[in-house]
């Protein structure tokens, strides 16, 4: 079995900042792939950022320039730093991670438990 734990989330004004940190713990072998996804309420969730285990990175257009992903293997953890927030940011942020169980060859992809992202104009 494997957890996510994430926090981070908050309250800030527009052109704030905030750190998500996401770890993962419990049987793992290894991890393929951790990002953060979004959902504003109505929509549909989207990808915020990803960050593979061969050092692939992908943004959304719309948080290029203003987030960064990145990750700590050592501590099974990923983080997503952004700045210059502004309130079309303002969502739910999921942690997602990819990757294998201990002891077998299953594959495992799991979401974080969700963290709220408010950004006031």
């Known amino acids: 079995q494997v957890e996510l734990v994430e926090s981070g989330g908050g309250l800030v004004q527009a052109g704030g900042s905030l750190r998500l940190s996401c770890v993962a713990s419990?049987?793992?072998?290894?991890?393929?792939?951790m990002g953060w996804y979004r959902q504003a309420p109505g929509k549909e969730r989207e990808l915020v950022a990803t960050?593979?285990?061969?050092?692939?990175?992908n943004y959304r257009d719309s948080v290029k320039g203003r987030f960064t992903i990145s990750r700590d293997n050592a501590k099974n953890a990923v983080y997503l730093q952004m700045t210059s927030l502004k309130p079309e940011d303002t969502a739910a942020y999921y942690c997602?991670?990819?990757?294998?169980?201990?002891?077998?060859?299953?594959?495992?992809?799991?979401w974080g438990q969700g963290t709220q992202v408010t950004v006031s104009s």
């Open positions: 960050s593979t285990d061969d050092g692939r990175i």
């Open positions: 419990g049987s793992i072998f290894s991890i393929n792939e």
């Open positions: 997602r991670v990819r990757g294998r169980y201990s002891g077998g060859n299953n594959e495992f992809g799991i």
